[in-house]
């Protein structure tokens, strides 16, 4: 039987088996006023010879790979192509 299971990778705001059911939206109401915006800090330290790539995810959509010496400019616009994400600052 395991042969014969099919499933969809269902795009951003679809789910079910065949990506025919809308998600609700998660998290907190934009319409709600008089709150503050969340602020995200990342800081990353090397002790020693760095390199490689990190990701950065928000609600289950991960960037592309980001260099370790990325400017604050290529982090903004690697998170910015994120369908999750509306605004960065």
């Known amino acids: 039987e395991a042969s014969r299971i099919y499933g ?3 795009e ?3 789910g ?3 990506c025919s059911l809308r998600e609700c939206p998660t998290g ?3 319409l709600t006023t008089g709150q503050q915006d969340e602020v995200q800090v990342l800081e990353c330290f090397c002790d020693a010879t760095c390199s490689g ?3 950065l995810s928000f609600r289950g959509e991960s960037t592309k790979p980001i260099s370790f010496d990325a ?3 290529n982090i903004k616009a690697a998170l910015e192509e994120l369908v ?6």
């Open 28 to 30: 907190d109401d934009p």
């Open 53 to 55: 790539n990190f990701y």
């Open 12 to 14: 951003p705001g679809w």
């Open 8 to 10: 969809c990778q269902c």
């Open 16 to 18: 079910g088996y065949d």
């Open 84 to 89: 999750t994400l509306r605004e960065v600052t």
């Open 71 to 73: 400017s604050a400019a």
